[in-house]
């Protein structure tokens, strides 16, 4: 079981200082759970959310305030995690309380595995559609992702549905099943398109070089009387 401790904090502490002091902020509602502020350690969040991801269980401990010291626990799924967009690390998390007694619906990543021949043979390109579907089990079933075998693509226009996907006992797939996983698609030929040639614009070139010649002749004719005159 994936574990992790939280602390309650309040509307008044500022988020930038929970952060400078290695926490994420983040918030837990759900069954049986009132809307509760908290914040866990960046570091063990990090590696928890390195093995559960949004989709396996984790036992979350809220540790008491000061007017209340007794802990509580509760099962609890990754509901939402907000990044920071330049340096990637986590700002702010959902954690969404569940009944380990009762289904629930979450998104799960397909891993893809194997190498598709077609692609390999050069018979095309392999296009990926989807990187997550949506399933429904139990808590404790619920897997941590997907795999999609691509080794059975082997011709052009070979595609993998979401029905060909084999999911373990107790999950059902909530995506439509007909919907395109992957799939290989023609090889589209790069074309080069060339700058059309001005051919008025050549002529006048040409033209213009002719008249220079013509006039260089006309001046280095005269330039022996010029001398002789002299």
């Known amino acids: 079981m994936n574990t992790l401790t939280a602390t309650k904090r309040s509307k008044a502490d500022k988020l930038a200082v929970i952060r400078s002091?290695?926490?994420?902020?983040?918030?837990?509602?759900?069954?049986?759970?009132?809307?509760?502020?908290?914040?866990?350690?960046?570091?063990?969040?990090?590696?928890?959310?390195?093995?559960?991801?949004?989709?396996?269980?984790?036992?979350?401990?809220?540790?008491?305030d000061e007017k209340t010291a007794t802990s509580k626990k509760v099962d609890v799924l990754i509901h939402d995690m907000q990044v920071d967009p330049v340096k990637g690390y986590p700002i702010h998390v959902d954690f969404l309380a569940i009944d380990m007694n009762k289904p629930v619906e979450v998104t799960i990543p397909v891993e893809f595995i194997g190498i598709a021949p077609a692609e390999k043979d050069g018979l095309g390109n392999l296009v990926k559609v989807m990187h997550e579907v949506e399933v429904e089990a139990l808590p404790k079933d619920l897997p941590h992702n997907v795999s999609v075998?691509?080794?059975?693509?082997?011709?052009?226009?070979?595609?993998?549905?979401?029905?060909?996907?084999?999911?373990?006992?107790?999950?059902?797939?909530?995506?439509?099943?007909?919907e395109v996983i992957a799939l290989?698609?023609?090889?589209?030929?790069?074309?080069?398109?060339?700058?059309?040639?001005?051919?008025?614009?050549?002529?006048?070139?040409?033209?213009?070089?002719?008249?220079?010649?013509?006039?260089?002749?006309?001046?280095?004719?005269?330039?022996?009387?010029?001398?002789?005159?002299?």
């Open 21 to 64: 002091n290695g926490m994420v902020p983040a918030v837990v509602y759900g069954v049986r759970v009132e809307n509760t502020l908290i914040s866990v350690p960046t570091v063990d969040f990090l590696k928890v959310f390195k093995v559960a991801g949004e989709s396996s269980t984790i036992l979350l401990e809220i540790k008491g």
């Open 149 to 178: 075998d691509l080794s059975v693509l082997l011709a052009l226009d070979d595609q993998i549905h979401v029905k060909d996907i084999v999911l373990p006992k107790g999950v059902t797939m909530k995506t439509d099943l007909e």
């Open 184 to 230: 290989i698609a023609a090889i589209k030929e790069e074309v080069v398109e060339e700058a059309p040639v001005d051919l008025s614009a050549i002529e006048v070139e040409k033209k213009g070089k002719k008249d220079l010649s013509a006039q260089v002749g006309e001046e280095g004719a005269e330039a022996p009387e010029a001398e002789k005159a002299e």
